[in-house]
């Protein structure tokens, strides 16, 4: 009788830990997930504002390429 108790207060506090663990986990990834949220957003504002000069590069550099391509093909 006394092994059965023993089992029985033991399997409590494993579900009482796995509870508690689980709660702690659950708020753990919601501050992640806000801490990634703002850091995205914080790469957008300061990306966003250069994304025009940045198609700009890279309408020069695939105009430099089809040249260089086209120069290739001559030689």
């Known amino acids: 009788m006394e092994l ?3 089992v ?3 399997g ?3 579900k009482n830990q796995i509870t ?3 709660k702690e986990g659950a708020a753990m990834i919601k501050e ?3 801490e990634i949220k703002t850091s995205i957003s ?3 504002d300061s990306v966003e504002p250069h994304q025009e000069k940045i198609q700009e590069y890279l ?8 040249e260089l391509e086209e120069k ?4």
């Not at 309408?59 to 089809?66: A, G």
């Open 59 to 66: 309408e020069q550099i695939e105009t430099s390429l089809k």
């Open 42 to 44: 914080e790469w957008k």
């Open 8 to 10: 029985k207060r033991d």
């Open 72 to 75: 290739v093909k001559k030689d």
């Open 12 to 14: 409590l506090k494993l």
């Open 4 to 6: 059965l108790e023993s």
């Open 32 to 34: 992640l997930t806000q």
């Open 20 to 22: 508690q663990t689980s």
